[in-house]
């Protein structure tokens, strides 16, 4: 959704304020004044452009939380994920690192506020960025932060609240919006890194050149590449030992298969530009473009004991799978992925009061899935040992226009702001099908040998095809200040989906400042997220063979729409609507300590999950014999309550100055009810419930001279619960707080060259050991949602000229 708002004349600002803080700093007495103190303070006011249509609101008059994080502070995170950088930066988003989970281990699925992945908004310049191809836990479609080069991001606002009114589809846990560089110069940074156990070596180069263009124009290119190797946090499988004992002839691996993160390289280049062509009119665009390769392990294949691959079959004869692998085999998942976005529009004012934005967008994500190190054992020597899976694709078109009116009302002191639009988006998902012997059943499935490519089956024709959904919306929001104390907003959305009809959300919002130190601030808004095409449409198919009746089986999730889901009680999805209740006070002081307390009420009907699987029963018309399906449903609702405080002290100490940050989230979500999955099911509940840690909390302290930059940094997490499956159910295991120690110096070479060395996880901690899951040779739980390689170290040089 598009902001109306002059960002020329935000830039401004902020820069007027960083000015005004670096004239302090240069004529600064050892001595801090109070005149200079509240300056310092007011300089941490960033103006800010996410969950406002209004040109001049900052962090303090805003009238929902909103954190900005700027260059420096994402430069500071030891990684080129963006992913890592908001789970170091922003207490209530949570990513785990998933290894040997499919695709998740390269669309890691991130948390805000404990919620769906999918239902928080992500923008870049303030334009929706699109989803992943990815359908990952629970079905969950979010966008790929990790495909945004973090080189090229000049801040990240981070709006802590409900804004479906003024966004549309999604924004319900809140709004991550990336601000894209547009400084001038040129930047080039080297950085290498590693863990202290001497594997996950890492390498990074990123390039910026920006340069002006005309009167009050610029360019800024930017391009990175990184490339990651493996980490290994495993023992050997009991199994594989066992399997080494009984054939010392053999020269069996240690390990044979690998917990940690996957190998991984990647490129991403782009722009961000303006033109001022006079008038008051200016033309902007932006393009990103990512390309990443990567390779996970799966679980052990042990020639002992996986019959159902290594069995001889007589339709074979003389075909043995131990000539193949005969120290057994850990199949190897690859992910190839493209992304690209493109945005261009044009801005203006038809007069001092009335601006226009009009706008279009592409965007795509592309994901090619392969296996090699494999077989499918059902076509016996005629089947390759290295698979084509297919490709998942998404495709996003959106087109806006705007205004927004300044209005002059005489009995106010300020203007009321109103913003008005439309927009049209168009999202299309493909799925393009595997080579034929990644989900062939062979003839060797009769003598119960297994199909499919073993360890992940390709899509099959079956599952191939090409899906899109249209909406329309046209929106309204209000802010209105009342008198000098009082501030008031509100916001209407209508959207119609050509999927399932349409949907209106309000935001109503408000803000009064007890003194012009002190606010209140609430807000009271519905939301919601729309099913994606992918969601609607796409089936996910299993092949087998019944072992008793020798009959192949087909089973799967199906479309909601599909006649046999129809059958077994799958009715149309419907959107996840929320409503979303805040109060906050915030604050800030003349000595420099400012900061919020913000606490929040979501509750959330018509949840997202996977149905329970359904045997087909006799009778029902069933064209592809399955066995058992199941289906996306609209199945629980939930209530999350929640805390956020966030407090910020700036001043100068001796020649430099000291910022010392503290951050802290409490979140606590409950099932309210449902019909199936996590509401009917105990496991399921407690595995939904307390995955995540209810506490996540930062404490930074940074301190800056001309020559020298210091930083420490606590993260702290609270207990969670992981979960492991089995024949008798899920076994839980509860892992205790975690605190980790980051440090970081920087040391400025010449006034265009700086050195920067950091450590994370300084101490070395490791949580407790997954007690129930080491028969696989994993020694940390895999849904830790912290990284448990230990402590990692990195160096970077940057030149600027």
Known sequence: MTFQRNQIASAVALCASQALFSAHAQNANPGITAANAAADADATQAVIVTGTRSSNRTQ??????????????????????????????????????????????????????????????????????????????????????????????????????????????????????????????????????????????????????????????????????????????????????????????????????RWGQPELQSQRAGYNATFELGGDVQLYSYGLYSHSDGTSDFNWRNPDTSTSVYKPAAVFPGWDVRNVYPLGFSPQYTNRQHDFQVLAGAR??????????????????????????????????????????????????????????????????????????????????????????????????????????????????????????????????????????????????YEDFSAFGNTVNGKLSA????????????????????????????????????????????????????????????????????KNASLGVTWKTAVGLSGSVDVYHIKLTDRFSTSASFAVPAGVTNPLRYTSINYFTNDFDTTTRGVDVVANYLRRVGDGKLNLTAAFNYNKTRVDGGSTGVATNDSQRTIFEDRLPRQKATVSATYDTAAWGLLARVRHYGAWTDSTGNAT??????????????????????????????????????????????????????????????RSLYLDYTVKF
């Not at 063979?545 to 909601?560: E, P």
């Open 348 to 493: 203006g004012r038809f007069n001092p009061a009335l601006g226009w934005d009009v706008s279009a967008s592409y965007g795509s994500n592309a994901i090619d899935y392969g296996l090699h190190n494999s077989l499918n054992a059902s076509l016996g020597p005629a089947s390759p040992t290295a698979f084509y899976l297919g490709r998942l694709t998404q495709q996003e078109k959106l087109v806006n226009a705007s205004l927004n009116y300044e209005w002059n009302v005489a009995a106010l002191a300020q203007p009321v702001n109103v913003a008005m639009g439309a927009e049209f988006r168009n999202e299309t998902y493909k799925v393009r099908a595997g080579d034929a012997a990644s989900y062939a059943v062979g003839p060797g499935a009769a003598a119960g040998l297994d199909a499919n490519a073993n360890g992940a089956p390709g899509f099959s024709d079956r599952q191939a095809g090409k899906w899109d959904q249209d909406s329309y919306a046209a929106y309204l929001d209000v802010e209105a200040p009342l008198t000098a104390q009082f501030t008031v907003g509100a916001a209407v959305r």
């Open 729 to 790: 159910g899920d076994i839980f295991q509860r892992f205790g707080a975690m605190h980790f120690l980051d440090l970081a110096a920087s040391y400025k070479v010449t006034s265009k060259q700086t050195l920067r060395f950091g450590v994370d996880n300084v101490l070395g901690k490791y949580p407790d050991e997954a007690v129930f899951q080491a028969s696989r040779g994993l020694i940390y739980s895999r849904n830790a949602p912290y990284d448990t390689d230990g």
């Open 511 to 578: 803000r009064f400042a007890v003194t012009p130190d002190v606010a209140v601030r609430g807000s009271y808004s519905t939301g919601f997220r729309a099913p994606t095409p992918a969601q609607l449409n796409t089936n996910s198919t299993g092949q087998g063979l019944d072992t008793k009746t020798l009959l192949v089986f087909t089973s799967g999730r199906l479309a909601n729409n599909d006649p046999l889901a129809v059958a077994l009680g799958a009715k149309p999805l419907k959107p996840e609507e929320s």
């Open 60 to 257: 303090f008059d805003t009238l929902a939380p909103v954190d900005v994080f700027t260059r420096e502070e994402i430069a500071a995170v030891a990684s080129d994920d963006l992913n890592d950088v908001l789970a170091q930066l922003v207490p209530s988003y949570v990513v785990q690192r998933l290894p040997m989970a499919d695709g998740q281990v390269f669309v890691r699925p991130a948390t805000l506020r404990g919620l769906s992945p999918d239902q928080t908004l992500v923008l870049v310049n303030g334009r929706r960025f699109h989803r992943s191809a990815l359908l990952g836990a629970r079905g969950a479609q979010a966008p790929d932060l990790a495909q945004i080069p973090t080189s090229a991001i000049k801040r990240i606002e981070v709006l802590r609240d409900g804004a479906s009114a003024q966004y549309g589809s999604d924004a319900i846990a809140g709004v991550i919006n990336i601000i894209l560089d547009d400084t001038i110069g040129t930047e080039l940074t080297a950085r290498y890194g590693q863990y202290s156990e001497g594997d996950g070596k890492s390498y990074e180069l990123r390039a910026k050149h920006g340069f002006a263009v005309g009167d009050g124009g610029s360019v800024v290119l930017f391009a990175e590449a990184a490339k990651s190797d493996p980490t290994s946090r495993t023992r050997q499988r009991p199994d594989a030992i066992a399997f080494q004992a009984a054939h010392p002839e053999l020269n069996v691996p240690n390990p044979v298969q």
